[in-house]
């Protein structure tokens, strides 16, 4: 992963003061022990930041999340339609749902591994914010991005947490590099992407070479396979070059740079 640097502490262009409601609400969230549950929290900061950007959207809609937890608890109130995917790793889920600060009637819970239940799962609206949060280990989180990246609307979000571990890391570089999403901010471990207006990848095809993450490694080769295809084009016998009909010649040239 590249290495954080402070220009990403301040999310680019005009700030969205937060709603005084969603501001007392975070500081009460953030008032619950640290051992409220044992699965680990996105800190105020990240809870924050997640508020300031849904506000710079306008009002959310549907949104998203593996794990559960703290984010849960602001979600319900920033969302009308939320989903959770996740299993009660540390008591988190359970306190989640007992909590008094959660708004129930905007929250759905799909209780299970997301590995299990995010592939299973049919969504019928696309999303306006998706948190990565769930299992860590790889390459569970690259799954639950392959099931949220096509849910996302334009503008907006995908927030990926816990970019410390190294496969996460690598995880934030590819997405990173793609065109689907720009990096607005990171908060602490969390990054913060918005979905850009480039064309989505077919999720059921290859389409490496187009991906930005690979794409100077594709043009190197092409690079090294049209030099050696231009080579053997100047040492064709000029006969054997007369036989082949001009549209291919055409085709060849444009491909190898002419």
């Given amino acids: 992963m590249q ?19 969603v501001l007392a609400l975070i ?12 699965a680990g929290s996105v800190p105020l900061k990240g809870l924050r930041a997640i508020a300031r950007h849904a506000e710079q959207i306008g009002p959310i809609t549907h949104s998203a999340e593996t794990g559960c937890g703290r984010t849960t608890l602001l979600f319900s109130h920033l969302s009308s339609n939320h989903l959770v995917f ?36 049919s969504f019928k609206h696309k999303v306006q914010i998706a948190l990565i949060d769930g299992p860590h280990g790889y390459p569970f989180p690259d799954l639950e991005y392959y099931y949220f990246y096509p849910q996302i609307e334009t503008d907006g979000l995908l ?13 934030f570089d590819i997405i990173d590099a793609s065109d689907m ?8 471990n969390m990054a913060i992407f918005k979905r850009s207006d480039a064309p989505l990848i077919d999720p059921l095809s290859d389409s490496w070479w187009i991906q930005g993450y690979n794409r100077p490694h594709y043009e190197e080769i092409t690079r090294q396979k049209f030099s050696l295809l231009r080579g053997l084009a100047y040492i064709t016998p000029r006969p054997l ?3 082949i009909p001009a549209s291919v010649k055409e085709t060849f040239w444009l491909w190898t740079g002419r």
């Fill in 3 to 21: 290495k954080i640097n402070s220009q990403f502490g301040v999310p680019h262009g005009r700030e969205i003061p937060i709603n005084q409601n």
């Fill in 27 to 38: 500081d009460r969230i953030a008032e619950l022990p640290s051992n409220w549950h044992n």
């Fill in 86 to 121: 996740a299993l009660d790793a540390g008591a988190s889920l359970s306190q989640t749902r007992d909590s008094a600060l959660l708004n129930p009637q905007n929250v759905t819970f799909i209780e299970g591994p997301s590995q299990l239940t995010l592939p299973n799962y």
């Fill in 159 to 171: 927030l990926v947490d816990d970019l410390q571990i190294p496969s996460i890391g690598r995880m």
């Fill in 181 to 188: 999403f720009n990096l607005i901010e990171i908060v602490g």
């Fill in 241 to 243: 070059k007369m036989m």
